[in-house]
C-alpha cells in the first residue's frame, strides 16, 4: 500500500512538473512576426504567427518582425516629423561622382522586407549596416556610369530600378534574407558651391526647349496652310490646263468642220464669214447714216483722236 502510495505521488509529481514545463514552453508569435528555433545551437524550425511550444532549456527562439516594410534614408536622417519636419544632414553619404567628373550630392531610401529570417539573423551580422553599405556602393557605382546631365534631370526611374537590382544582386550573394521593395531618390542635386551655375545652364536648356516647341509649333502652323495653298493652286493650274486644253479642241473641230464647209461650197461659206464678221464688228462701232441723195453734200472726217472709234 505504501509503495502504491509513493508511486502514485511519484506520478503526480511528475504531472505536475510535466504540465509546468509544458506551460514554460508555450510563447507566443504576434500576426507580424516569425520565429526561428534553434535545438542545441542548430537550426530545428521557423514557426508562424500563433501559439506555439519549445523544448526549454533544448530550444532557443529568435523572433522578428517580418510584414513590415523597413527603410534606410541615404545622405539624411529624419530627425522629427513635425511639424514642421526636422532632418539631420550627412555629406559623406550624398557626395558621388558622376561619369563625366562632377560632383553631385544624391538623397535616397532604400526599402526593404525580411524573407528569409533565418538567413537575416545567421548568415550575414548586422544586416541593417550591410544593406546600408552594399546600397551606397550600387548607388555610386549607378551614377559613375551616368552624365550629371542625366542624373540631374534625366527620368528617375533608370537610376532607382538598376541601383535596386544591384543591391539585391550584392544582398543575395551575402545571404541576407532581406528584398529591396524600392530605390527612391529624394534630393538631387549638385554641391553648394556649383549650384547657382548649374541653375543657369538648367535655365539655359530651358530657353532651348522652349525655343525648339515655339518653332515647332509655328512650323506646325505655317506647313500645313502652305501645303494647303500649294494644293490650290496646283489644282486651279490643272482646272484651267483642262479648259484651254477643251477649249483648243472645240475650236479645231469647228475650223475642221468650217474647212469641210469651204470646200463643199467655197463662195457660199466666205460670204457667210463675211456676214458673222461683220455681225461681230459692227455692234462695236460708231455709225452715220446718210439719206440717199445727200451723200455729196458731206464731208469725209475720220476721227483719228478719238479712241475706239472704228474697233
Known amino acids: 500500500m505504501k509503495v502504491f502510495r509513493r508511486l502514485l505521488i511519484a506520478l503526480l509529481l511528475?504531472?505536475?512538473?510535466?504540465?509546468?514545463?509544458?506551460?514554460?514552453?508555450?510563447?507566443?508569435?504576434?500576426?507580424?512576426?516569425?520565429?526561428?528555433?534553434?535545438?542545441?545551437?542548430?537550426?530545428?524550425r521557423t514557426v508562424e504567427p500563433g501559439l506555439r511550444w519549445h523544448a526549454r532549456g533544448l530550444e532557443r527562439i529568435y523572433k522578428q518582425r517580418v510584414t513590415i516594410t523597413q527603410e534606410l534614408e541615404f545622405g539624411y536622417r529624419t530627425k522629427s516629423l513635425g511639424p514642421p519636419p526636422e532632418y539631420e544632414d550627412h555629406p559623406e553619404e550624398k557626395r558621388m561622382l558622376t561619369g563625366d567628373a562632377n560632383l553631385v550630392d544624391v538623397e535616397f531610401v532604400v526599402q526593404y522586407r525580411i524573407i528569409d529570417l533565418f538567413d537575416y539573423l545567421f548568415q550575414v551580422q548586422d544586416v541593417p549596416k550591410v544593406i546600408r553599405?552594399?546600397?551606397?556602393?550600387?548607388?555610386?557605382e549607378v551614377v559613375a556610369k551616368s552624365p550629371i546631365d542625366d542624373v540631374l534631370t534625366a527620368v528617375k526611374g533608370p537610376i532607382q530600378d538598376e541601383a535596386g537590382v544591384r543591391i539585391q544582386q550584392l544582398l543575395d550573394g551575402y545571404r541576407a534574407g532581406v528584398r529591396i521593395q524600392s530605390v527612391q531618390l529624394q534630393d538631387v542635386e549638385p554641391p553648394d558651391p556649383v549650384q547657382a551655375a548649374f541653375a543657369d545652364v538648367a535655365s539655359a536648356e530651358q530657353d532651348r526647349e522652349r525655343l525648339i516647341l515655339e518653332a515647332q509649333g509655328y512650323a506646325d502652323q505655317v506647313l500645313p496652310r502652305a501645303r494647303g495653298e500649294g494644293q490650290e493652286l496646283l489644282s486651279q493650274a490643272r482646272a484651267y490646263r483642262e479648259t484651254r486644253v477643251l477649249l483648243s479642241r472645240g475650236e479645231a473641230k469647228r475650223f475642221e468642220a468650217l474647212l469641210t464647209?469651204?470646200?463643199?461650197?467655197?463662195?457660199?461659206?466666205?460670204?457667210?464669214?463675211?456676214?458673222?464678221?461683220?455681225?461681230?464688228?459692227?455692234?462695236r462701232m460708231e455709225k452715220v447714216i446718210i439719206e440717199e441723195g445727200h451723200a455729196e453734200k458731206v464731208l469725209p472726217y475720220l476721227p483719228i483722236g478719238r479712241r475706239g472709234v472704228g474697233q
Open 261 to 283: 464647209e469651204y470646200k463643199r461650197a467655197p463662195e457660199v461659206t466666205w460670204e457667210r464669214l463675211y456676214l458673222e464678221t461683220l455681225e461681230s464688228i459692227l455692234p
Open 14 to 44: 511528475l504531472g505536475i512538473l510535466g504540465g509546468v514545463y509544458t506551460w514554460a514552453g508555450l510563447f507566443q508569435v504576434a500576426p507580424d512576426e516569425q520565429a526561428v528555433v534553434l535545438r542545441l545551437g542548430k537550426y530545428k
Open 133 to 140: 553599405d552594399v546600397s551606397q556602393a550600387a548607388m555610386r
